[in-house]
């Protein structure tokens, strides 16, 4: 198998009522910055970085995370995740993770942007012990071509598995091919440009939780959908469709808000950078 462009591991556990690095290793175009804590619930925030700018044609990425019982820890980006003309072999990212019980991880990444005639495919495969909770976060936005003409990327596929206690719970495939999808018109996105994508999994979604985060969100706001349901696990998945980044943005973070205040009764810290 050809060689990892880029690869990061990380490793948390809980130690003074705090979570720390046990282990940290990253090596080529993945980096991770030092640990921010916002506040004093003693959850870090950390900051995957790519120095390299973007992901080029054949880029092969490989992400690891893993919680301890009762680590509490966010993940987030540096920047959006670029990718630019990949003419010959896509670009790749595969992401594992694994939550030990009474862990909890936030995954909240800038959005995936798809400049012209790129292809991209992402794989996340996630395994939670029961009692384990993970508020997961995606979004997709079409990137700049000469032309000024929206969707010129070639395929962005994103595929995400999440197990329970070893058994497969949420499986989401979402995948955009332009030229053979009416992305830009009724069918598909219906005349959208933007899709974000929520899944929080935890004892703590249930029905209550998602009139919660309905009445949070409703009525829509201009230029925005918002569609929620319930799991076949505990948990809730969100999709949006809206026409600016900042829409999507201004949704996940309502909605994480609300159920970082129903888990551990705390407002979370503003991730983005700008």
Same mark, same amino acid.
């Not at 003419?87 to 019980?101: G, M, V």
């Given at each position: 198998m050809k060689d990892w462009t880029g690869i990061l591991r990380l490793e948390a556990e809980e130690r003074d009522s705090r979570t720390v690095a046990r282990n940290v290793y990253f090596q080529g175009a993945f980096k991770v910055m030092r640990p921010i804590y916002h506040d004093d619930s003693g959850q870090p925030c950390y900051y995957l970085l790519n120095p390299g700018g973007g992901y080029l044609d054949g880029d092969r990425y490989h992400l690891g995370i893993s919680l301890l019982e009762n680590a509490r820890l966010t993940l987030t980006t540096q920047s959006a995740t670029k990718i630019y003309?990949? !003419?010959? %072999? !896509?670009?790749?990212? /595969?992401? /594992?993770? +694994?939550?030990k019980k009474g862990s909890y991880l936030e995954y909240i990444p800038d959005p995936l942007i798809g400049y012209e005639h790129a292809r991209y495919d992402q794989k996340t495969v996630i395994r939670m012990e029961k009692g384990a909770s993970l508020l997961y976060c995606d979004s997709v936005t !079409? &990137?700049? +071509? !000469? /032309? &000024? %003409?929206?969707? +010129?990327?070639?395929?962005? *596929?994103? *595929? %995400? /598995?999440i197990y329970m206690d070893g058994e497969l719970a949420v499986y989401d495939h979402i995948k955009l091919q332009p030229a053979g999808q009416l992305v830009n018109g009724l069918g598909f996105l219906e005349g959208y440009t933007h899709l974000g994508s929520m899944l929080f999994i935890g004892e703590e979604a249930d029905a209550g939780l998602l009139d919660e985060l309905y009445s949070a969100v409703h009525p829509e706001p201009d230029g925005v959908r918002i569609g929620m349901s319930l799991l076949n696990v505990p948990g809730l998945a969100v999709r949006i469709l809206a026409h600016s980044t900042q829409a999507v943005e201004r949704i996940q973070a309502e909605c994480h808000h609300l159920v970082s205040r129903r888990l551990f009764g705390r407002n979370p810290s503003f991730l *983005?950078?700008?």
């Amino acid at each position: 198998m050809k060689d990892w462009t880029g690869i990061l591991r990380l490793e948390a556990e809980e130690r003074d009522s705090r979570t720390v690095a046990r282990n940290v290793y990253f090596q080529g175009a993945f980096k991770v910055m030092r640990p921010i804590y916002h506040d004093d619930s003693g959850q870090p925030c950390y900051y995957l970085l790519n120095p390299g700018g973007g992901y080029l044609d054949g880029d092969r990425y490989h992400l690891g995370i893993s919680l301890l019982e009762n680590a509490r820890l966010t993940l987030t980006t540096q920047s959006a995740t670029k990718i630019y003309k990949t !003419p010959n %072999t !896509p670009a790749y990212q /595969e992401t /594992e993770i +694994s939550l030990k019980k009474g862990s909890y991880l936030e995954y909240i990444p800038d959005p995936l942007i798809g400049y012209e005639h790129a292809r991209y495919d992402q794989k996340t495969v996630i395994r939670m012990e029961k009692g384990a909770s993970l508020l997961y976060c995606d979004s997709v936005t !079409p &990137g700049w +071509s !000469p /032309e &000024g %003409t929206l969707f +010129s990327y070639d395929t962005l *596929r994103l *595929r %995400t /598995e999440i197990y329970m206690d070893g058994e497969l719970a949420v499986y989401d495939h979402i995948k955009l091919q332009p030229a053979g999808q009416l992305v830009n018109g009724l069918g598909f996105l219906e005349g959208y440009t933007h899709l974000g994508s929520m899944l929080f999994i935890g004892e703590e979604a249930d029905a209550g939780l998602l009139d919660e985060l309905y009445s949070a969100v409703h009525p829509e706001p201009d230029g925005v959908r918002i569609g929620m349901s319930l799991l076949n696990v505990p948990g809730l998945a969100v999709r949006i469709l809206a026409h600016s980044t900042q829409a999507v943005e201004r949704i996940q973070a309502e909605c994480h808000h609300l159920v970082s205040r129903r888990l551990f009764g705390r407002n979370p810290s503003f991730l *983005r950078k700008y």
